[in-house]
């Protein structure tokens, strides 16, 4: 009799389970997939490795009867969340189902989402979300609201002390959007996407006819808004560029990210190096052929690709550890700082520093782009971030000066005052304050202007100032540059440097919070 | 003088019983090491005598291009693992410090001492 009891329990159990597995059930599943997407679980297996995933939460369902939810409870309620690893190391996951009631965001999910991120707090572990959800559940009224505030205040707790890491894969609109904001990393699959009022909402109060994908989708706001890091052409995708992305960044903001086995020889030196920057100096280069020659061979993976492409930001590898990159793109708009730009690499110092990861700047800059727009647009207060990122960060730091380094440009893009712990310069490298013709306007007017022949003299005085200060030498003189390097020697010169500078420990003062213009 | 007897009788016994362990370890050494060598001849032997035609090298058999194909898909498995920082491509295991010097360690901690856990 006992042993009947015991065996209707587990049926019962198993047959709970089984209902949770199939989430809205398999109508809803193969819909899923003609629209060419996966289910929460399909993702999460593809995500983690074989056997790791340990899932909590499996049967609670939602206690509301209004509008007919009383009939609609699915075990689980349209979330999938537990631990697992990737790669061998412990992550905290949580998957939206898209196949119970739109995955909407309802009470139960952001008790389950909380839980998750309250242990992945707690444990010093990795948080990935992978978001696919109609938005908030109606039916529950303001409950499904207070539901995404206590997402939101956890997601602001662990910014900065353990990786959060946020995938979208689907819809994500309204106020569901703010919670993939604000963790670490936004990463977009093809057919997603991200808005906080939708299409009907715009032509509404605007009149504007727009999609949902020319408003929100993965290439919007990885080209022109910014708010995702990363795109990927399909779910597997995303799920592969997660696992590349945790590879460069620690547990938590006590630990050292992974170091691969070194790959690439230490003193590797590429001799086409020396001969990158182009003698003309208007003339562009790709710095992103510095970083693939100077850096771990293939290890560079870029952030922000397509916003803001007048600066480069993203990880890569010297002997095996891993480096956050900056660089100033001379091949799009002369490297010029605007609003985008500053934003991006003030986004991704914080970042780096959050998470003890060294970084590398490469500077080739005329300065920041004139212009009533940007100055209308706030570029002070947008280029003063970096200067507070690079002040405020205590990670090791070092600047290479590839070619132009102009007036204020030059002092925020990690100069010696910035705290730079080392600050290298190339042959090629031009220090001043403003480019060689305005200064001699500026200087000698007089000069030229009583000369007999003012634009002979305007020549003289113009080769007599790019003499003076388009070159490294004067900065190293006076100990703004600690070395003038060949270019080819940047790798060993970088990793022996960086050996040094591994156990730096630099303090601020104590504070609450630094105030960084927003 | 009776002592001294007793002592010689007593020397006589204790040698003869280690020189008579000693000399049981010998024989036995010596029977392990005959054993041995016939295990030895008779393995000589059974490599000395024609292979199977099925145990022909594996890589006669495969044809170069597969090979090839193989390789490539070897190494090209051997980056995804690099990217991914799998367990056989790290050098530490995650959670541990790098350069884990008490200097790091108690920076660090000196660094995030305003922080608190307010997770509910």
């Given at each position: 009799?006992?042993?009947?009891?015991?065996?209707?329990?587990?049926?019962?159990?198993?047959?709970?389970?089984?209902?949770?597995?199939?989430?809205?059930?398999?109508?809803?599943?193969?819909?899923?997939?003609?629209?060419?997407?996966?289910?929460?679980?399909?993702?999460?297996?593809?995500?983690?490795?074989?056997?790791?995933?340990?899932?909590?939460?499996?049967?609670?369902?939602?206690?509301?009867?209004?509008?007919?939810?009383?009939?609609?409870?699915?075990p689980g309620?349209?979330?999938?969340?537990?631990?697992?690893?990737?790669?061998?190391?412990?992550?905290?996951?949580?998957?939206?189902?898209?196949?119970?009631?739109g995955?909407?965001?309802?009470?139960?999910?952001?008790?389950?989402?909380?839980?998750?991120?309250?242990?992945?707090?707690?444990?010093?572990i990795?948080?990935?979300?992978?978001?696919?959800?109609?938005?908030?559940?109606?039916?529950?009224?303001?409950?499904?609201?207070?539901?995404?505030?206590?997402?939101?205040?956890?997601?602001?707790?662990?910014?900065?002390?353990?990786?959060?890491?946020?995938?979208?894969?689907?819809?994500?609109?309204?106020?569901?959007?703010?919670?993939?904001?604000?963790?670490?990393?936004?990463?977009?699959?093809?057919?997603?996407?991200?808005?906080?009022?939708?299409?009907?909402?715009?032509?509404?109060?605007?009149?504007?006819?727009?999609?949902?994908q020319?408003?929100?989708g993965?290439?919007v706001?990885?080209?022109?808004?910014?708010?995702?890091?990363?795109?990927?052409?399909?779910e597997?995708?995303a799920?592969?560029?997660?696992?590349?992305?945790?590879?460069?960044?620690?547990?938590?903001?006590?630990?050292?990210?992974?170091?691969?086995?070194?790959?690439?020889?230490?003193?590797?030196?590429?001799?086409?190096?020396?001969?990158?920057?182009?003698?003309?100096?208007?003339?562009?280069?790709?710095?992103?052929?510095?970083?693939?020659?100077?850096?771990?061979?293939?290890?560079?993976?870029e952030?922000?690709?397509?916003?803001?492409?007048?600066?480069?930001?993203?990880?890569?590898?010297?002997?095996?550890?891993?480096?956050?990159?900056?660089?100033?793109?001379?091949?799009?708009?002369?490297?010029?700082?605007?609003?985008?730009?500053?934003?991006?690499?003030?986004?991704?110092?914080?970042?780096?520093?959050?998470?003890n990861?060294?970084?590398?700047t490469?500077?080739?800059?005329?300065?920041?782009?004139?212009?009533?727009?940007?100055?209308?647009?706030?570029?002070?207060?947008?280029?003063a971030?970096?200067?507070?990122?690079?002040?405020?960060?205590?990670?090791?730091?070092?600047?290479?000066?590839?070619?132009?380094?102009?007036?204020?440009?030059?002092?925020a893009?990690?100069?010696?005052?910035?705290?730079?712990?080392?600050?290298?310069?190339?042959?090629?490298?031009?220090?001043?304050?403003?480019?060689?013709?305005?200064?001699?306007?500026?200087?000698?007017?007089?000069?030229?202007?009583?000369?007999?022949?003012?634009?002979?003299?305007?020549?003289?005085?113009?080769?007599?100032?790019?003499?003076?200060?388009?070159?490294?030498?004067?900065?190293?003189?006076?100990?703004?540059?600690?070395?003038?390097?060949?270019?080819?020697?940047?790798?060993?010169?970088?990793?022996?440097?960086?050996?040094?500078?591994r156990?730096?420990?630099?303090?601020?003062?104590?504070?609450?919070?630094?105030?960084?213009?927003? | 003088?009776?002592?001294?007897?007793?002592?010689?009788?007593?020397?006589?016994?204790?040698?003869?019983?280690?020189?008579?362990?000693?000399?049981?370890?010998?024989?036995?050494?010596?029977?392990?090491?005959?054993?041995?060598?016939?295990?030895?001849?008779?393995?000589?032997?059974?490599?000395?005598?024609?292979?199977?035609?099925?145990?022909?090298?594996?890589?006669?058999?495969?044809?170069?291009?597969?090979?090839?194909?193989i390789?490539?898909a070897?190494?090209?498995?051997?980056?995804?693992?690099?990217?991914?920082?799998?367990?056989?491509?790290?050098?530490?295991?995650p959670?541990?410090?790098?350069?884990?010097?008490?200097?790091?360690?108690?920076?660090?901690?000196?660094?995030?001492?305003?922080?608190?856990?307010?997770?509910?």
């Open positions: 009799m006992a042993n009947d009891s015991a065996s209707d329990q587990l049926a019962t159990l198993r047959e709970m389970r089984s209902r949770a597995v199939l989430g809205g059930g398999q109508k809803r599943i193969e819909q899923q997939h003609a629209r060419g997407k996966l289910t929460a679980r399909e993702r999460l297996a593809l995500l983690l490795d074989v056997g790791s995933f340990q899932e909590f939460g499996a049967l609670a369902t939602h206690n509301v009867s209004e509008f007919g939810l009383d009939k609609q409870r699915t309620d349209g979330i999938v969340t537990g631990f697992g690893k990737i790669s061998g190391r412990r992550v905290a996951v949580f998957a939206q189902d898209f196949t119970v009631l995955g909407s965001f309802s009470q139960v999910q952001s008790n389950k989402i909380c839980r998750i991120q309250d242990l992945a707090l707690q444990s010093g990795p948080l990935i979300g992978l978001n696919d959800s109609g938005g908030a559940r109606i039916q529950e009224g303001v409950r499904s609201l207070a539901a995404y505030g206590e997402v939101f205040v956890r997601n602001v707790m662990a910014s900065g002390v353990i990786p959060q890491i946020s995938v979208i894969m689907g819809p994500c609109a309204g106020g569901a959007v703010y919670s993939p904001a604000l963790t670490d990393f936004v990463i977009m699959s093809e057919g997603s996407f991200m808005f906080l009022t939708g299409p009907d909402v715009i032509k509404a109060v605007t009149g504007e006819d727009v999609t949902a020319s408003l929100g993965a290439e706001h990885t080209a022109q808004s910014g708010v995702a890091h990363l795109a990927a052409p399909t597997a995708d799920i592969e560029t997660v696992k590349r992305l945790l590879a460069y960044l620690p547990q938590n903001n006590n630990e050292d990210p992974p170091q691969v086995v070194p790959y690439d020889a230490p003193d590797r030196m590429d001799e086409a190096l020396n001969t990158l920057i182009p003698v003309a100096e208007n003339e562009p280069y790709d710095i992103r052929d510095a970083i693939a020659m100077i850096f771990d061979r293939g290890s560079f993976m952030l922000h690709e397509a916003f803001a492409p007048n600066a480069v930001v993203g990880f890569a590898r010297l002997d095996g550890f891993s480096i956050g990159v900056i660089a100033n793109q001379p091949a799009y708009m002369a490297g010029a700082l605007n609003i985008d730009a500053s934003d991006k690499i003030s986004r991704f110092i914080r970042t780096c520093d959050a998470y990861i060294p970084l590398v490469f500077v080739d800059c005329p300065g920041f782009l004139p212009g009533t727009s940007q100055e209308y647009g706030g570029v002070i207060r947008h280029g971030k970096i200067i507070y990122a690079y002040c405020e960060s205590s990670v090791p730091k070092i600047s290479i000066v590839t070619r132009k380094a102009m007036g204020g440009a030059y002092v893009m990690c100069s010696k005052q910035m705290r730079t712990d080392l600050a290298f310069a190339w042959p090629t490298a031009q220090i001043a304050v403003m480019g060689a013709e305005p200064a001699v306007r500026v200087l000698y007017r007089e000069d030229v202007k009583n000369a007999e022949d003012p634009l002979a003299r305007e020549r003289e005085l113009i080769a007599y100032y790019r003499e003076q200060f388009f070159n490294p030498y004067r900065a190293a003189d006076v100990g703004q540059i600690d070395e003038v390097i060949e270019p080819v020697e940047t790798r060993p010169r970088l990793i022996r440097a960086l050996e040094v500078l156990t730096k420990v630099q303090e601020n003062p104590p504070k609450k919070h630094g105030l960084i213009p927003t | 003088m009776s002592n001294l007897g007793w002592g010689l009788q007593m020397t006589v016994l204790g040698m003869g019983l280690v020189f008579g362990v000693l000399a049981l370890l010998w024989g036995l050494l010596r029977l392990v090491l005959r054993l041995e060598k016939h295990g030895a001849r008779r393995a000589d032997a059974a490599a000395s005598s024609p292979a199977p035609e099925a145990a022909a090298e594996p890589g006669e058999a495969m044809d170069p291009d597969l090979v090839a194909a390789a490539a070897v190494v090209a498995h051997r980056a995804v693992r690099r990217r991914e920082a799998a367990p056989a491509m790290r050098t530490f295991w959670g541990s410090l790098i350069h884990a010097s008490r200097w790091l360690g108690s920076g660090r901690m000196r660094q995030t001492r305003g922080f608190q856990r307010r997770g509910r």
